[in-house]
C-alpha cells in the first residue's frame, strides 16, 4: 500500500479507505513480514467487479510532486481505466502533505522552538561570560542575518513536523535529526561556502609552508543557504536544496516538508524489512550454531568409542600374551621385586578383568559415551 500511495502521490490509508469502499482486499497487517519469514499467507480472491461499479479517481495532493500530469484512474476490480467517468468522492483524509502549503516562515522569531530557544539562552550566556571575563576574544561570534534566518526556517519545520506527530531531535555537537514514524531523518540546514583564491599578505610568503606561492584557496560565505538530507532516501525523492535568486530556501519548505514527511513511512518499511531479515539471519545463525555443536560431540562420542575399541584391543594382545607366557617353563616360586613370578601372573589376570571394557557391561558403555559433550575434546587432540 505505502508503495502503491506513493506512486500515485496519496496518502496509503486515502488508498485504503478507496480500496475498502471498491471491496478490493488489501494485504492485512503483519501480511509482508510473514512474507519475508516464509510462511504462508492466504491471498483472498479478486471479487467480481458489480454491474454499477463506477471508476474511482485516486488525484495526488496539489502540494505533493506530481509524476505525471493525469490523475492516475483506477476501476473497481482493480484494473487501470482507459476513461473516467464517475468520480466517487472518499473520505476526508488526515494527510500531513496538506498542511505544507500553509508554512510560512516569520519576518521574526516568536516564541521560538526549544531547541532554537536553547540555541539563544546559550549565546547570551556565552555573551554575558564574556563580559564579566577579564580574558580577551571569549565573546562570541554575533549571529548574521544568515544565522537569523536559519533559525527562523528551521523554527518553522521543527513546529511543523511536530504538529504533523513527528519531532525535532538535537543529538552531539548540534547535529539536527527529524524523527518521523520512528525513523530519525538527519538533516542540515547550513550556509553554502565556495573555494576562493585570496593573495597571501607579505607575513604569510614568509612562512615555510607558502614557498613560492603568492595565493591561497580559503572557503567563502555565498549567503545562500542549502538544506540536505543526511540519509539515503528511496529513488525518486530530492535530497538537498540550495537556494538561489530566484527561488528562497522559505519558498523551498512545503517540499522539504513534503519530502520528509512522505519518505518517513518508506524508511519505516526499509527498517521493519532490515530488522526482519536480521531476525532471520541471527536464527539461521544460531541454527547453525546448535548443529555444529551438534556435530562437534558427536565426533567426540565417535571418538571415545574409537578410544573403548584400542583399549578392548590393547586387552585381547595383553590376554593372548599373558597364554603365551603361561606356556613357558617358569618357575613360579621366583621372586621378582616384591612379588613372585606366579603373583605377578594373577596380577595381570586380575587387570585384565578389571580393565577390560566388555565386562563393563554394554549399558555402562554407552552411558560413558553419553557423557561426553562437544567439549570433551579440544580439537587439536583429535586424530579420528
Not at 120 to 149: C, I, K, Y
Not at 155 to 168: N, V
Not at 235 to 260: G, K, M, S
Request: charged content about 30%; hydrophobic content about 35%; aromatic content about 6%.
Amino acid at each position: 500500500m505505502s508503495h502503491l500511495a506513493r506512486e500515485y502521490g496519496v496518502a496509503s490509508q486515502r488508498l485504503k479507505d478507496l480500496c475498502v469502499q471498491a471491496k478490493i482486499p488489501t494485504p492485512p497487517a503483519g501480511h509482508w513480514t510473514r512474507v519475508a519469514a516464509g510462511k504462508s499467507v492466504i491471498r483472498p480472491p479478486l471479487p467480481e467487479a458489480a454491474r454499477d461499479a463506477s471508476i474511482v479517481i485516486i488525484a495526488p495532493s496539489p502540494s505533493c510532486n506530481k509524476t505525471s500530469s493525469q490523475p492516475a484512474r483506477v476501476e473497481a476490480d482493480g484494473r487501470k481505466a482507459k476513461s473516467a467517468t464517475k468520480s466517487i468522492p472518499g473520505p476526508k483524509q488526515k494527510s500531513s502533505a496538506k498542511s505544507a502549503p500553509y508554512l510560512s516562515v516569520p519576518t521574526q522569531l516568536r516564541n521560538p522552538h526549544r531547541i532554537i530557544a536553547a540555541w539563544l539562552e546559550e549565546h547570551q550566556r556565552s555573551r554575558e561570560n564574556a563580559r564579566r571575563s577579564t580574558l580577551p576574544g571569549l565573546a562570541p561570534t554575533p549571529f548574521t542575518s544568515v544565522d537569523r534566518r536559519r533559525q527562523r526556517i528551521l523554527d518553522t519545520l521543527f513546529k511543523a513536523i511536530e504538529k504533523a506527530g513527528g519531532k525535532a531531535i538535537e543529538e552531539d555537537r548540534k547535529k539536527l535529526a527529524i524523527e518521523l514514524e520512528g525513523e530519525a531523518i538527519p538533516i542540515q540546514l547550513r550556509e553554502k561556502n565556495r573555494q576562493i583564491r585570496r593573495s597571501l599578505t607579505e607575513d604569510e610568503k614568509r612562512w615555510s609552508w607558502n614557498a613560492g606561492k603568492d595565493w591561497k584557496l580559503e572557503l567563502q560565505p555565498t549567503g545562500k543557504l542549502v538544506f540536505e538530507i543526511k540519509r539515503y532516501l528511496p529513488r525518486d525523492f530530492r535530497q538537498d536544496w540550495l537556494e538561489t535568486d530566484e527561488v528562497t530556501l522559505e519558498a523551498c519548505l512545503p517540499e522539504i516538508f513534503n519530502t520528509l514527511t512522505r519518505a518517513a513511512p518508506l524508511l519505516a518499511l526499509e527498517t521493519q524489512k532490515r530488522r526482519e531479515r536480521e531476525r532471520l539471519a541471527r536464527i539461521a545463525e544460531h541454527e547453525r550454531y546448535l548443529a555444529e555443536q551438534a556435530r562437534k560431540r558427536d565426533d567426540n562420542q565417535w571418538q571415545r568409542f574409537l578410544e573403548v575399541a584400542d583399549n578392548w584391543q590393547r586387552h585381547e594382545r595383553a590376554r593372548h600374551f599373558l597364554q603365551a607366557l603361561k606356556q613357558l617353563d617358569l618357575d613360579p616360586d621366583i621372586m621378582i621385586g616384591e612379588r613372585s613370578l606366579g603373583e605377578w601372573l594373577v596380577w595381570v589376570e586380575r587387570r585384565l578383568t578389571t580393565g577390560n571394557p566388555l565386562n563393563q557391561g554394554i549399558d555402562t558403555l554407552f552411558a560413558d559415551i553419553e557423557k561426553v559433550t562437544n567439549y570433551t575434546y579440544s580439537q587439536q587432540h583429535k586424530h579420528w
